[in-house]
Structure formats: structure tokens, C-alpha cells
């Protein structure tokens, strides 16, 4: 038996996917007492493994945001001890941005807290749920991947700075 996954179907999903994040990041916050990073930040951080350095330029526009934006974000990020900013090797006119051993261990902590979390809620659930929720996951990253591309083909958000 085929099942499409209608409009409905999509809204539904749609209303559960940013309650579980959000519920997996408070779990995490509260059972590690990590300090509250907002998604932007935790977008940065993640562009920014261990070992890789990228331009402000290139943050912006693989996250989609204007570069005053980029740069107040980056500013509040080194300000906060999560990244670090240096002159390019390379290129003397260009800065390169990194994240710091303090942003990838707390980054490592919520990981390890959210997949303790997830793992704990799976382990309630009936087996035909897990199940599902299994032969779902590729589907899901191949969603995930179709979002993201889509997302990466808009134009930059031109925020407003002058407040």
C-alpha cells in the first residue's frame, strides 16, 4: 500500500518538527546546564568544525543573511568566546573566522545531551513506532536536503540595522 503524504499531512509534520527541536535544545540546556545559544549561532558553529575556517563573506551567504548581519552576529559570537577572527593567510584583506575549543565542546555537549534525550524518549515508544520512525530517517534527510537546497537558492535577508 502507497501513502501520500497530503497537504494535511504535510502541515502536520510541518507543527511537529520545530516543537522537537526546540524540546530537544531545552532538555539539553537544563540537564547539562549549557548557556542558551540562539539558531543563528548554533548555524555559524556549525559551518565551523574543528579545523575548518570560513570568511565572513562565505557565512553569509551560505546561511542566507545580509553581511551587517553576519558581522554583528560574528561580533557577539567573539565577544561571547565562540569564535575567533584572524587576517587571512592567504589573502591580507580578507578576516577568516573559526570557532573556538569553547563553541566545539559546548556544541559536542548539546550533541551528545540531544541524542541521550532522543534516545531516551525512543526507548518509550511501542515497536511498530520505532519502526516507522526508522525506515523514515532517509526520507527525512532527503527532505531535509531538498529544504536546505532551496533555502540556499534565495536571495540574502536585507535586515534592517539602523535601530
Known amino acids: 500500500m502507497t501513502r501520500k503524504l497530503d497537504s494535511a499531512g504535510a502541515a502536520r509534520l510541518s507543527g511537529v518538527v520545530p516543537p522537537l527541536r526546540r524540546g530537544l535544545l531545552q532538555i539539553a540546556r537544563a540537564s547539562r546546564r549549557l548557556p542558551e545559544l540562539p539558531d543563528a549561532q548554533i548555524e555559524v558553529l556549525r559551518l565551523l568544525p574543528a579545523g575548518v575556517m570560513r570568511t565572513p ?50 556544541l559536542a555537549q548539546f550533541d551528545a545531551a540531544s541524542t541521550e534525550i532522543l ?44 535601530h
Open 57 to 106: 563573506g562565505e557565512l553569509a551567504d551560505v546561511l542566507r543573511l545580509s553581511r551587517p548581519t553576519i558581522s554583528n552576529l560574528l561580533r557577539l559570537m567573539e565577544e561571547q568566546g565562540l569564535v575567533s577572527r584572524r587576517v587571512s593567510d592567504r589573502n591580507r584583506r580578507h578576516i577568516e573566522v573559526r570557532s573556538t575549543d569553547h563553541a566545539l565542546a559546548l
Open 119 to 162: 534516545a531516551s524518549a525512543l526507548a518509550e515508544l511501542a515497536p511498530s513506532e520505532l519502526e516507522a520512525i526508522a525506515g523514515a530517517v532517509p526520507a527525512l534527510e532527503q527532505l531535509r536536503d531538498h529544504v536546505v537546497a532551496r533555502a540556499r537558492a534565495l536571495p540574502p535577508v536585507e535586515t534592517d540595522t539602523s
